[in-house]
């Protein structure tokens, strides 16, 4: 667990001004796929984190870690960096996180799609998908792709973990097998966020 205190440390105020100038910069260039006014704050990575449990010591698939405030917290749940895989569009945030990250598995690419994205390692199992994609940015198709592609890389019962502001489901499901749950809105995150998980809750 020598990861908790690493990285705790590493967010002390001068570093979160870096994080939120970072991240202002790149939603100013990408607003679509940024998609958001500031990083997760810690209460909502922190929930998201808690539904890591890796019962089966699989790694964990994080995607679109951005300036790393998710990433962060999965560490901090005890996650080893070799781990962890973060796929990540912008190259620059991908630069940043490789950098305070060597040995995490950080793959500059595209989240709704997978298979090319993880390359050698697209047949590898996760403990759990952590996103935070701004998913209601993207339209239905390919919110049910992505979730496609997500639960297809966990075990049974293991969820896909989504942040969203809004007030339905992120994601619409038509399939009885698939449980979705939502957390308490969470008020210290701007703007407001619930948490929502996805899984199997049979084989299919
Ligand atoms: C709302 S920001 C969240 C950043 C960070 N996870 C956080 O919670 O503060 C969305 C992130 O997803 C990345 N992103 C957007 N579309 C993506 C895609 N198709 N594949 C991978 N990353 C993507 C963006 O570059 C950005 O870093």
């Given at each position: 667990?020598?990861?908790?205190?690493?990285?705790?440390?590493?967010?002390?105020?001068?570093?979160?001004?870096?994080?939120?100038?970072?991240?202002?910069?790149?939603?100013?260039?990408?607003?679509?796929?940024?998609?958001?006014?500031?990083?997760?704050?810690?209460?909502?990575?922190?929930?998201?984190?808690?539904?890591?449990?890796?019962?089966?010591?699989?790694?964990?698939?994080?995607?679109?870690?951005?300036?790393?405030?998710?990433?962060?917290?999965?560490?901090?749940?005890?996650?080893?960096?070799?781990?962890?895989?973060?796929?990540?569009?912008?190259?620059?945030?991908?630069?940043?996180?490789?950098?305070?990250?060597?040995?995490?598995?950080?793959?500059?690419?595209?989240?709704?799609?997978?298979?090319?994205?993880?390359?050698?390692?697209?047949?590898?199992?996760?403990?759990?998908?952590?996103?935070?994609?701004?998913?209601?940015?993207?339209?239905?198709?390919?919110?049910?792709?992505?979730?496609?592609?997500?639960?297809?890389?966990?075990?049974?019962?293991?969820?896909?973990?989504?942040?969203?502001?809004?007030t339905r489901p992120p994601?619409?499901?038509?399939?009885?097998?698939?449980?979705?749950?939502?957390?308490?809105?969470?008020?210290?995150?701007?703007?407001?966020?619930?948490?929502?998980?996805?899984?199997?809750?049979?084989?299919?």
């Amino acid at each position: 667990m020598a990861n908790k205190h690493t990285h705790r440390q590493k967010t002390s105020p001068a570093a979160k001004v870096i994080e939120q100038v970072r991240f202002i910069g790149a939603l100013a260039k990408s607003p679509k796929t940024v998609g958001a006014v500031a990083p997760t704050s810690r209460k909502t990575a922190e929930l998201m984190a808690s539904n890591i449990t890796r019962p089966t010591k699989l790694p964990v698939l994080e995607l679109g870690p951005g300036t790393g405030a998710i990433t962060d917290a999965i560490l901090h749940h005890g996650v080893a960096e070799k781990n962890l895989f973060a796929v990540e569009y912008d190259p620059r945030f991908c630069r940043q996180l490789r950098a305070r990250l060597p040995q995490a598995h950080v793959i500059e690419g595209n989240a709704f799609e997978l298979d090319e994205a993880l390359g050698e390692h697209c047949d590898q199992k996760f403990d759990c998908v952590i996103s935070g994609l701004p998913l209601l940015n993207f339209d239905r198709a390919m919110r049910q792709q992505f979730l496609e592609g997500a639960l297809k890389r966990l075990p049974l019962g293991r969820p896909l973990v989504q942040f969203s502001y809004g007030t339905r489901p992120p994601i619409e499901i038509n399939d009885p097998d698939i449980l979705v749950e939502k957390s308490r809105w969470v008020l210290r995150n701007l703007p407001p966020s619930r948490v929502w998980t996805y899984r199997y809750s049979a084989p299919h």
